[in-house]
Every structure is written in C-alpha cells, then in structure tokens.
C-alpha cells in the first residue's frame, strides 16, 4: 500500500508544536513506516507543490496575506487538520484581539510599526479562513492524541474523537489531589478534556490550553477562583484568557 503524503506548514506560531513532535520519539518514528512526510521545516528542508494526502496547520490566521497560501493548501490537500492551540482557537495570539491594533504594535515594533511586512490583523483559528476536517487542541499539542488522530486517518477514519466533558473528569480518574485542596487554583473545571490531566499531576493548575469546554459555566469558575483559589477580582477574570481569549462569552 502507498504511503500517504503528509506535510506541516507554520503560520503565526512559535513552532512549539512542531518542535514538540521532533521530540516524540519511538511512537513518531513508527508512523513513518505508513506515512511519507513531505514537507516539515523543523524537521527536513525539502518542499513540495505536489498533492498532500493529509496537511497538518500549525499557528493562527493573523493576517490577510496569508489568506492565498492557506488557500493553496487546502485546494491540494485532501485533508486539513489544524493542530495546537494557535491554529484550533487563535491560542496565545487572540490575547491581542483585546487592545488597540495600533497600540501593539508600536509596543512590539516601535516606530517600524507601520512597515508593510509587519502587517497583522485579529488572531484567528485556521478554520476562520479555510475548511479544517480536524482539530487538536493543546499548547503544545499532546503526543498520544496526535498518534491517535493520524492513526485513525491513515485508517480512514471520518470521525475523531474529542472529549467534550472537563479536564477535572481526567483528573479525578488519575486520583490527583486536586490544586484548591493544595491551596492553589485550577481552570479545571471549564477546559476541555483530552490530554490526560498531566498538569494538576505534576502540581501545576490547569490552564486550559485545549480551550473552553462548549457551555463553560465562566461566572462560576471566577468565584470559586476568588473564593478558593484566593485570586484578586481582576485576576480571576482574566485568568482563563490565556489560551481562550476567541472563546470567552465577550469574545469579539
Ligand atoms: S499551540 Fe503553543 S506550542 Fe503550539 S505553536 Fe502555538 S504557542 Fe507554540
Ligand atoms: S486540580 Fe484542577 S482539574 Fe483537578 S480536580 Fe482540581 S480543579 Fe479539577
Ligand atoms: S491539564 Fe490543562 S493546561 Fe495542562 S495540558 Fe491539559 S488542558 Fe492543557
């Protein structure tokens, strides 16, 4: 049977999860006796113009230049999944969604702000400017989802399967102490489930970077985060804004 053609394009990212996959190990490694990667810039300088089978997009829509290439993409590819944070909600990016175009820029560019190059715009999912057939979620991206989910597509799989309950389900089947026991806080409760729960196990709050679950009860979660996660008001209002800046109830 024919290896099926895989590529990884970047867009406004910091690669992370590209870099994450590089350090997969054995399990990636394995996938390399069904899967021919055809293009992957941390990884391999080749490029190509030819068809993809499956096209995996990393980073957010921050700009209408990117548009034509998103586009291009999607037209040879028969499958798009977008993957990490960036790429599935506007991720860390999207934070910039809340200020002044004008102001942020002159804060990160100074007085090149208005070079054309440094053209931006709102911090988009992928899925704002193209069709995407699948999502991973997570910042980076978890190792034994993406295995999973390109498994499942070299097997021709139509539907794959993510979680919809919260990463505290995840938790409580693993036996962690829970953070607010300890002291601490944790979006736990709102974030969406799927990677295990290996934060509040290794005694770091979750900070919901797989997004929101869909109705995410927001005005609970910042009194329990007042109330006993000891959190100032502003703080517990802003804290799940991290990674879900697109997907608050006052999301733009
Ligand atoms: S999801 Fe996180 S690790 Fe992946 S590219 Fe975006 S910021 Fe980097
Ligand atoms: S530590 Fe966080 S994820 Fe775990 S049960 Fe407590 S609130 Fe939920
Ligand atoms: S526990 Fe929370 S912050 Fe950690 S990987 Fe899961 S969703 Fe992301």
Redesign the pocket.
Same mark, same amino acid.
């Given at each position: 049977m024919a290896k099926v053609k895989v590529a990884w394009f970047?867009f406004c990212?910091?690669? /992370? &999860?590209? *870099?994450?996959m590089t350090n997969f190990g054995e399990p990636f490694l394995k996938l390399l006796d069904h899967v021919e990667p055809v293009e992957f810039r941390e990884a391999m300088s080749e490029k190509t113009t030819e068809r993809i089978n499956v096209s995996f997009i990393?980073?957010?829509f921050s700009r209408e230049a990117d548009r034509k290439r998103l586009e291009e993409i999607r037209e040879r590819s028969d499958l798009v999944v977008a993957?990490?944070?960036?790429?599935?909600t506007g991720?860390?990016?999207a934070l910039k969604n809340r200020f002044d175009m004008d102001d942020y820029k002159e804060c990160v560019y100074g007085a090149d702000k208005d070079m054309p190059h440094l053209d931006t715009q709102e911090a988009k999912p992928v899925s704002a400017a193209i069709k995407v057939d699948y999502e991973i979620p /997570? &910042?980076? *991206?978890s190792r034994d989802e993406f295995i999973r989910v390109v498994t499942q597509l070299v097997h021709g799989t139509t539907k794959v399967y993510t979680p919809s309950y919260p990463v505290c389900v995840e938790c409580k089947l693993r036996e962690t102490v829970c953070r607010y026991a300890d002291g601490d806080h944790c979006l736990g409760p709102i974030a969406k489930a799927g990677c295990g729960a290996p934060c509040p196990a290794d005694g770091i709050p979750c900070e919901a970077?797989r997004g929101l679950v869909d109705e995410p009860n927001e005005e609970s979660m910042v009194k329990v985060l007042q109330e006993r996660g000891g959190l100032p008001e502003r703080w517990a209002k802003e804290k799940s804004m991290m990674f879900t800046a697109n997907q608050r109830g006052d999301a733009k």
């Open positions: 970047d990212c910091c690669e /992370g &999860c590209q *870099i994450e990393e980073g957010s993957y990490g944070a960036c790429a599935v991720g860390v990016n /997570g &910042c980076p *991206i970077c």
